[in-house]
């Protein structure tokens, strides 16, 4: 019988190793795995590169910051007006302690899917003109001019889900999507951190967000309290 | 610098006001993090414009003053409420969504626009740094871009330049911009006033604007 | 109020012109635009080009062929084997009478994709080295390389839910979802054909499928039977 | 021509049989339509292989035998049972499932195997024409390629070539070969007869096949 329920965030995260590139879904409050970032805080996982759509004020991944566990990040919110404050990850940028990877939310999310669907990348039109396209291929289709924008794949995905089942199966809550199932099918080993663990039967095969295929461990844990003060 | 004083000109609530007199019913519209927020509060009742948030929401109706719900934000990570028919799906399906031209309108904040469209609204300056989140997909891929900024910087400096000076978020984008003093065409031909705020006159304009702007034949003052 | 309920699949159809590019939903049997099709035949629109990913024995689609409606097909399955038997498609095809583009089910899908997001297209290794590649060009990423399969975009797409709300929100049944919601995103009017129309505060907003914002039209229709016979 | 009488050979479903030895619980499996469906009949009840439907359907256990519903087929359009944990999605994450490595193990017919693995199954000659359907992106995508077909054609010639003549579906992609004969892998250095059917002789099986075969060490009759 397939079973991927693990015991502990911990347990989830034992072969995580110093050097990893790990994928972390979530968009500010919604569907961020906090109890799999605090686990990784303690496991104290070095030279991290992280992929995640926002870091800095506020966001549970400054914590990784503490002790200096990355590498890199790839983001698309990392430095922000936020009056006179500053995040832990602002300052270790600043210092060059950590390397930044600013990409556009929308190449962000695709770059990801195309890791995800073995495409050999993504043809836009978002950053001509501007930065993002510094060092980057072009491609000509029918007279217009596309960036060519690189998959990203990583060797962990910790994503949030709202229930799940033994085989996998995710469902996520309203706007608690946003990157966790195209994640889900971009790395080597896939993690959930989910709300609740159901019995197979009582998934609604509408409503599954995630297959089970896509997901190696499931852990069940009390959600971490998010407070929004902008 | 300008050589008269500054006129006062609108708050942010009228700025958002004056913006939403461009949505209509049936519009989908993606209101960007700051003032664009505001945009929502000032609909006329029962008018059904579709909000967008790109972090996988479509059809809020504003901010909610309930208890907070984690998993029902919009993308500045401000509660929402949900209007009938609203929808909730992931980032790729989101950004499908905006690359693919179907968000009537965005709106947008800025630091700089040039002349011909081109905006500059990620990167901090005084920061060294900054963040593009969702605004070079916006820019790029919304039907029609609407600017809401206020007229000057800090030092009273124009934001509407004949170049954006700062990091572009997209070239030649902007539609129109609707600051605290003006609300500006940018068409092939440059800049066209159509606007100005009550007690403001289009010398006062000009002059805390760099590049030279044309006055439209129906130039009135806004209606708020 | 939005209100985009159309009485009849005749009405919906005002504006198809001779010479349309038209998509439709639907795989066999499972989400199939069939009151629409048959609304199409009834019109008899001329020198259509369709994209659909089944057209052949047995399939709603061949009626087009009674009055030479098509002038080309895009497709997955268009010749089959099935014994002796021939669809009207394959015999006009035969004549030289209907050009067809043969695709493969992935790219095929990801065009449509690629046509409704603003990409420039696809970066696939499916169908290098066959018949496929035939005239298209390559992009070599990062020592790999890939075919350029160009977005597919069309002036109607003909689709297939289960419910509808008066805002064009769809929700799909089971195995009726396949390139429904992709075709949805790549047409410039957009026409879906419901089992029901329900109020708008009855559809579940983690249960849409296509979010109105894409569909023009929505006609309610009793479905028309599809038997299996294989 | 062979020389010798063909051998009976196996059924279409010991074939099947055959093919399901291959499959383990948790693996992810695309049956192709025709021979490859009745792969699903032959598990050892209990055993969880999930069976994916390009079409947009993962965990169906079978082919129904209840009252049509035309919203619930696998990929050749037949009604399916489905298994518990069971979902839905359209056909763009289906094929990302597909061409992103996620499926374990597809089970597709052929008309022709290559020595180098090449494949080919979409095109029928005699009708001039054919279909590609999802085989492309399976042979392509799927982690492991089995072939299941009739070891020789309808004039008793070679379906496993040198090289194969009718319009390829994937160059270099097969893995497994099952026919009614044999059982094959596919190597690097070129073909190895593991298994033979009851009856039939290694030389019974060189004797059908173009290219010439490699002895396993282990080569032994198939257990069915």
Known sequence: MIDKIVETPDEALRDVQDGATIMFGGFVSAGTPSNLILALQRRGTKRITGIANNIGLGDKLDVLCEKRQLAKFIATFAIRASGGRQSMFEELYRRGEVELELVPQGTFVERIRSGGAGLGGVLTRTGLGTMVEDGKQTVSVEGTEYLLEKPLHADFAFIKAWKADRMGNLVYRRAGRNFNPIMATAADIVIAEVEQVVDVEELDPERIGTPGVYVDRVVQCEPVAVRWDA | ?224
């Open chain 2, 1 to 224: 610098m300008p050589d008269s004083a500054r006129p006062a000109g609108l708050s942010r609530e009228l700025i958002a006001l004056r913006v939403a007199q461009e949505l209509r019913e049936g519009m989908v519209v993606n209101l960007g993090i700051g003032l664009p927020t505001l945009v929502s509060n000032f609909l006329p009742p029962g008018e059904e414009v579709i909000f967008q948030g790109e972090n996988g929401v479509l059809g809020y109706t504003g901010i909610s003053e309930e208890e907070f719900d984690p998993d029902v934000i919009n993308a500045g990570g401000q509660p929402i409420t949900l209007g009938p028919g609203a929808s909730f799906f992931d980032s790729a399906v989101s950004f499908a969504m905006i690359r693919g031209g179907h968000i009537d309108v965005a709106v947008l904040g800025g630091l700089e626009v040039s002349e011909k469209g081109d905006l500059a609204n990620w990167y901090l300056p005084e920061r060294g740094g900054g963040s593009i989140g969702g605004a070079m997909d916006l820019a790029c891929g919304a039907e029609r871009l609407i600017i809401a900024m206020s007229h000057t910087n800090r030092e009273d400096g124009p934001r509407i330049r004949k170049e954006c000076e700062f990091p572009l978020t997209a070239p030649g984008v902007v539609d129109l911009i609707v600051t605290d003093l003006a609300v500006i065409d940018v068409e092939p031909e440059g800049l066209l006033l159509r606007e100005v705020a009550p007690g403001v006159s289009p010398e006062d304009v000009q002059a805390r604007t760099e590049p030279r702007l044309r006055l439209s034949p129906d130039l009135r003052e806004m209606q708020l």
